[in-house]
């Protein structure tokens, strides 16, 4: 089983910057595709941002530029830089792992808030 932790939301105002992070419990870490999703109140829970083991990034048109996914594999960490956040990018955001296999496993969430 691996277990994902979130951390770094929090409220700011509208053209602030949050950095969340989500460490992995597992090695397998390294050759797992990591994204970042989000879920606002009555919406559907949406991609945010990827990145494969090959670092290969993909990102959902409401956050290019201004959205940047990383990783450090020696830390079995994913990052997610925000900037420029908008009222709009409220939501909780969820870390996700999915394997080679295509096994998905899911974080807690982390509530991010963006005021007006």
């Known amino acids: 089983q691996v277990q994902l932790v979130e951390s770094g939301g929090g409220l700011v105002q509208a053209g602030e910057s949050l950095r969340l992070s989500c460490v992995a419990s597992k090695s397998i870490f390294s050759i797992s595709t990591m994204g970042w999703y989000r879920q606002a109140p009555g919406k559907q829970r949406e991609l945010v941002a990827a990145i494969t083991r090959g670092e290969r990034t993909t990102y959902a048109d409401s956050v290019k530029g201004r959205f940047t996914i990383s990783r450090d594999n020696a830390k079995n960490t994913v990052y997610l830089q925000m900037n420029s956040l908008k009222p709009e990018d409220t939501a909780v955001y969820y870390c996700?792992?999915?394997?080679?296999?295509?096994?998905?496993?899911w974080g807690q969430g982390t509530q991010v808030t963006v005021s007006s």
């Open positions: 996700n792992l999915q394997t080679i296999m295509r096994n998905d496993y």
